[in-house]
């Protein structure tokens, strides 16, 4: 079955961190580039970080940058979504995708991160 499952979200105070793992089976997770967006109530889906295939280059929102690390450990199928200095407008459900040209794309469930003291 083709599949992404994240885990890692939670309650978090402003400051703090996270780390969200995204986890692959079904497919070669290997050749996809990995993308993590975020969607917060009432606001379209955006696109937060992305890492290519071989995990040689990361692209970031300017709102994450500096505090997000995106990373992937293709032996374990897995990519990872550090999250530092997490901040209120941070709250959101974030999703894993898994896409490749010309072979379509694989949608996570998502994880739901909230900031908030």
């Known amino acids: 079955q083709v599949q992404l499952v994240e885990s890692g979200g939670g309650l978090v105070q402003p400051g703090g961190s996270l780390r969200l793992s995204c986890a692959a089976s079904?497919?070669?997770?290997?050749?996809?580039?990995v993308n993590w967006y975020r969607q917060a109530p009432e606001k379209e889906r955006e696109l937060v970080a992305s890492i290519t295939a071989a995990g040689g280059s990361t692209n970031y929102a300017d709102s994450v940058k500096g505090r997000f690390t995106i990373s992937r450990d293709n032996a374990k199928n897995t990519v990872y979504l550090r999250m530092n200095s997490l901040k209120p407008e941070d709250t959101a459900v974030y999703y894993c995708?898994?896409?490749?040209?010309?072979?379509?794309?694989?949608w996570g469930q998502g994880t739901l991160v909230t900031v908030s003291s």
């Open positions: 079904g497919f070669t997770f290997s050749i996809y580039v």
């Open positions: 995708n898994a896409k490749r040209t010309n072979a379509g794309e694989v």
